[in-house]
């Protein structure tokens, strides 16, 4: 809404500093600061609030070292990220971008599918909250949305790198011109719909789901659909089953968060997309806004979700992280960098999956379950060998920032 202000006043009137909303870097650094101060002053009201109303969390006895002690801690957080990641966002994004518009309607559809979960928890007292199903139900819906909405909208377009020959004429040693002519990789001057997205250490660093379908245009954007619905369902519930530990999800996330808004502000830049030989997605930029606020809020979270929590964010905030830092993926067409990028909760599910899996097997044939690990997800295993918690976390912070930094090389290593 301020940038749309702002821009008004610059035009109409020529008002002194209002042509400081128009940069991307300007009202990047606004959204950061103003998400940690929504998070860090209005954050212990909410803590308190959720305390006289009893909103606690109830806690399964797992036999995990520290683990009754945060009975009653306060839950649905959540709440305090999403309403850090959407005011500064629509205080200083550009409410008209196409991309913007899709993380906002991903934030806010997931906030109310996990605070749904939540309330059933709390109040209905239902361990087990929103059934499985409705969840997967409610993550295929978004889904659907983003990606028939990234095949249907005629603003998202990019464009691609086109060969074209470069002619020189230099002299020889004996003074003769001498004609070369050379392959030169530019940017089309013109945007076009297109189902390409980035692959990591592939020379040309693309990959076009047509290749897949045989070049029907029709099918490939179907599968397109399939694509954006098991990214958002499996990043989303990777993030889910990473909220496990005491500022765990929060740190991990703030990694991959930034490492997008580093991405989205290259393929954004005409010029940092031809110098890295990048697609270049126009007003994708604007989304360096949106991961500002993302990032700060989960940043400021950290403020009273580390050791010891004075609350923990539940399903309204995790599937929420998980699912928006799938569809910004998706908008930057960066989905599949998210399994090295995201590999934190990439492995939690894996450990889950296999878990599950190896029990049901050993059961129907050896009539007796047996486990891969102590206990899933894998940082409970590691809780169970006897390692503090505090431990834990850091070393995963540590593993998502690697991850994070290695992802940003594979722009460079093809």
């Known amino acids: 809404m301020l940038y749309h202000l702002f821009k008004y006043l610059d035009e109409a009137y020529d008002l002194p500093g209002s042509g400081m ?13 103003l998400s940690l101060l929504i998070v860090i002053i209005f954050g212990r009201k909410i ?6 109303k009893q909103i606690g969390e109830e ?52 906030g109310l599918i996990g605070g749904l979960d939540d309330y059933i928890k709390v109040f209905r007292h239902r361990k087990e909250g929103l059934k499985g199903r409705f969840k997967i139900v409610g993550q295929v819906g978004l889904g659907i949305i983003v990606g028939t909405t990234m095949w249907l909208s005629p603003e998202i377009v990019v464009r691609e790198k086109t060969t074209q020959p470069v002619e020189t004429i230099y002299l020889d040693e004996n003074g003769e011109a001498v004609q070369s002519v050379q392959q030169t990789v530019l940017l089309n001057s013109e945007s076009v719909k297109t189902t390409q ?6 020379k040309d660093n693309e990959f076009d789901y047509g290749w897949l379908t045989g070049g029907n245009e029709t099918a490939t954007w179907l599968l397109y659909v399939l694509v954006a619905i098991f990214v958002v369902t499996a990043v989303s519930n990777g993030a889910n089953l990473t909220d496990g530990l005491d500022g765990l999800v929060t740190g991990v996330s703030v990694p991959i968060v930034a490492v997008l808004g580093v991405l989205a502000y290259l393929s954004g830049h005409i010029v940092y997309a031809d110098y890295l030989n990048i697609m270049y997605i126009p007003q994708s930029g604007e989304l360096v806004v949106f991961a500002a606020a993302l990032a700060g809020a989960l940043v400021g979270f950290l403020w009273y979700n580390s050791f010891p929590a004075q609350i923990f964010m539940g399903d309204t905030g995790s599937l929420s992280i998980g699912g928006v830092i799938a569809v910004f993926a998706l908008c930057i067409r960066k989905e599949l960098l998210l399994p090295l990028l995201c590999g934190v909760f990439l492995v939690e599910s894996f450990s889950v ?3 599950v899996s190896w ?34 976390v850091t070393r995963f912070w540590i593993i998502s920032l690697l991850l994070a930094a290695i992802t940003l090389v594979t722009l460079k290593i093809r």
């Open 197 to 202: 997205t980035t692959i990591p250490f592939i």
């Open 353 to 355: 999956m296999l878990q």
């Open 21 to 33: 909303f128009q940069y991307i870097s300007f009202r990047a650094s606004a959204a950061v600061i």
């Open 47 to 52: 803590i308190d609030f959720l305390r006289r």
């Open 359 to 392: 029990f049901k097997y050993t059961k129907r044939k050896y009539g007796e379950g047996r486990r891969i690990l102590l206990m899933s997800p894998v940082h409970h295993h590691y809780q169970k060998k006897g390692l503090f918690e505090t431990k834990i």
């Open 59 to 110: 806690i399964r006895d797992l036999g995990l070292e520290g683990q009754l002690q945060k009975r009653g801690t306060p839950t649905m957080g959540g709440v305090i990220i999403l309403l850090a990641i959407l005011i500064p966002t629509l205080l200083l994004g550009k409410l008209d971008n196409i991309y913007v518009q899709l993380l906002l309607v991903s934030t806010v559809w997931l």
